[in-house]
């Protein structure tokens, strides 16, 4: 009995002498003996070199924020310092990570349910070089346990604290190279002070936002452009808990793209939401493509402020708001709201937009028709060659390839210049699958219509392209308000066309061109200065050539065009004035952009030796070249011989006069003449012996 006594007093005592010891030789004890074997089992189970190079200690002490008996245990403190996590074979440096120290504690307690806690780390001078490859491996995805056993442990970790620290990042895909710095603001300014109150009580409804903490600046080069940004951020505190969102500020420019944002990211961990106020502006939206994946159209300059939102998780993928934003083109007014879709197996921007003044020059970059000057400040890649007019800027059609569409567009007035205001513009543009289609297009111009569909086929190598036109009752005198004869005049314009064609431009495409364009003008006044009013002065010349300098009331114009392969030529192409029955042939080549016309004009009452003259137009469209022919005189009556030879069906004119006139339209009533006409037949010749 007393044996057992004293062996039970002996264990006793050695328990208490152990209990004793412990902690003084915890407290004592060299952990740096520890990481040699620390860097090897951490290397193997990452798969990359990782080395604690300094110093590495572990103290221990009770936390003064936990109560009851929990608070009696200590919890250890880690100390380590110049740490490095190495990369993979093939990347170009040695290190992906490294630390000048890190410090954080341990919650003890659920260590035996196998749970790492972290209520905080601290880093000092972090440093990462993040690289990827152009067949999309990455230095920063470790392969932790690959062709192992899942691990049993589970890491949970609150706020991360950090200085200074720097980011580089390289990836061929993405043309980048960057590099970030970061470092803690000298006292942290509360989100309220940069958004506004208003904004901040917005914020405060999804949680309530931290203060900023960071500032940050950015430079190099992303999709081969020049980038370079600042801006704050806030701390990374309680990442486990997505009702804290993050504030972001940021001012950045790539290119000649500037970039101004202030917002949050709700639930950073995982990327969820954000919520910014967004001032984008640049000198072509089209710039835009590569930094947002967006097809948008050719412009010029903009700038544009609004509410732009995202849910990143969107179970039919990332969705984008940019809602209720204004901001110009060019010099004109652009308002409205649209919806990006990041969805399978394309995205898709959809949306309305509205200008309340349209400017006419703004629209020319939409076909490459401005000038080469503003192409040049637009960045566009090509240029306008001296001796065209039609403009050859390719199509972006792999662009439509990666996009669909669905947005409407109203412009309410148009100008073209002071004098001459469009009145409205409707269009509704459709992308699907890389066929881009405007149906319908409508354009109100001097008191008429004109309507249109397009459609153009992307898919197709050249492209094919379809165009239906009809212009209905486009007032003269609404065309040229300063012009005092026209004001008085009823007469108005009406035309038809139904074109296809292939190429990658306009050009292109009219140079292939087949189909038909009517045109219809009644009741006007044509004189030198009104050809030299409207610019033309190829019609100065001509018109003084047929009838002088002074005024001259036209009955009627009209014409049916025949296209094929780009080249136009007249059915039907008759100008009636109060002087003279003008007739026009012979072509129009949209591909070579040369003209090869005669004019032949038969004159009513005295017979001016002007207008029994046959004239020429020749040379280029964009600088044609006019002369009298040489040759024997046309005899009376010639011009009107040569129309019955030659009269092209009449029935799509005659449906395009306007009726509702006091006295019988000229146009309806010569029409009829040239239905009725029959040219005289030939006298057979009777041979007498």
């Known amino acids: ?31 740096n003996l520890l990481r040699p074997a620390l860097n090897a089992q951490v290397s193997a189970a990452l798969d990359r070199p990782f080395a604690i190079n300094g110093e590495l200690a572990v ?87 690959k062709g192992r056993e899942p691990a049993s442990w589970t890491l949970e970790l609150g706020e991360v604290v950090f200085d200074q620290g720097r980011i580089s990042l390289s990836d061929p895909r993405l043309k980048a190279h960057l590099e970030l710095q970061l470092e803690p603001l000298g006292k942290p300014i509360p989100f309220a002070e940069i958004v506004g109150q208003k904004a901040a009580q917005m914020v405060a409804k999804q949680g309530q936002a931290q203060d900023y903490a960071f500032a940050w600046r950015v430079k190099g080069r992303y999709q081969g452009q020049a980038l370079s940004g600042s801006g704050k951020v806030g701390g990374l505190l309680a990442l486990q808990d997505a009702s804290k969102p993050l504030p972001l500020q940021a001012d950045i420019r790539v290119g000649a793209t500037h970039i101004v944002l202030v917002g949050t990211l709700s639930d950073p961990r995982n990327l969820g939401a954000f919520d910014l106020r967004l001032r984008l502006s640049g000198s072509n939206m089209a710039q835009l493509y590569p930094l947002t994946g967006m097809a948008l159209p050719e412009t010029g300059s903009y700038a544009t402020d609004g509410h732009l939102s995202a849910q990143l998780r969107a179970p039919g993928g990332a969705l984008f708001r940019y809602q209720q934003f204004n901001g110009r083109v060019g010099a004109s007014d652009i308002h409205g709201s649209l919806t990006y879709v990041a969805s399978q197996p394309r995205p898709k921007l959809s949306g309305t937009l509205t200008s309340e003044q349209l400017l006419f020059a703004d629209l020319a970059p939409l076909i490459g028709a401005d000038s080469n000057a503003a192409k040049k400040a637009r960045g566009a890649r090509s240029q306008q060659p001296v001796g065209k007019l039609l403009p050859v800027e390719k199509f972006h059609t792999e662009r439509w390839r990666a996009m669909d569409a669905d947005v409407q567009f109203t412009g309410k007035r148009i100008v073209r210049s002071e004098q001459l205001p469009f009145s409205d513009l409707h269009a509704h543009v459709l992308i699907d699958d890389g066929v881009l289609s405007l149906v319908p297009l409508s354009l109100g111009v001097a008191g008429g ?135 026009i042939a012979g072509t129009a080549n949209f591909r070579s952009e040369r003209l090869d016309l005669t004019l032949s004009p038969d004159s009513k009452g005295m017979r001016l030796f002007s207008l029994r003259s046959p004239l020429y137009v020749r040379g280029t469209f964009k600088q044609p070249q006019a002369g009298v022919k040489v040759g024997p005189l046309l005899a009376r009556g010639a011009g009107v011989v040569l129309l019955g030879a030659t009269v092209a069906p009449v029935a799509g004119l005659l449906g395009m006069v306007a009726p509702g006139s006091a006295r019988e339209n000229q146009c309806a009533l010569l029409l009829r003449q040239f239905q009725q006409f029959q040219p005289p037949r030939p006298q057979r010749k009777v041979n007498r012996l």
């Open 1 to 31: 009995m007393m044996r057992g006594r004293r062996i039970l007093a002996g264990s006793l005592a050695s328990l208490l002498l152990l209990s004793a010891a412990l902690p003084i030789l915890i407290a004592t004890f060299d952990w």
């Open 59 to 145: 103290v221990w002490r009770r936390e003064p924020e936990v109560d009851g008996w929990r608070g009696l245990l200590p919890w250890p403190h880690v100390q380590a310092s110049d740490l490095s996590l190495g990369n993979p074979d093939w990347a170009k440096g040695s290190q992906l990570v490294s630390f000048r120290r890190v410090e954080f504690r341990l919650a003890p307690l659920p260590l035996l349910l196998r749970r790492l806690v972290i209520p905080r780390i601290e880093l000092s001078a972090p440093m990462a070089s993040l690289e990827r490859l152009a067949d999309g491996r990455n230095n920063w995805t470790l392969d932790a346990g």
């Open 449 to 583: 219509t004109l309507d249109a569909t397009v459609r153009l086929n992307g898919r197709a190598e050249p492209l094919r392209g379809q165009a239906q036109l009809s212009a209905r009752h486009f007032k003269l005198k609404q065309l040229l308000p300063d012009f005092t004869p026209l004001q008085t005049s009823l007469g108005e314009i009406n035309g038809e066309a139904n074109l296809a064609g292939t190429g990658n431009s306009v050009a292109e495409l009219l140079g292939s061109a087949n189909g038909e364009m009517l045109l219809l003008v009644n009741d006007g006044t044509i004189s030198r200065r009104l050809m030299e009013i409207a610019g033309l002065n190829l019609g100065s010349y001509l018109v003084t050539q047929l009838f002088g300098d002074r005024e001259v009331r036209i009955n009627c114009a009209m014409a049916n065009l025949q296209l094929q392969d780009g080249v136009a030529r007249s059915r039907l192409f008759v100008l009636d004035s109060e002087t003279a029955l003008i007739h």
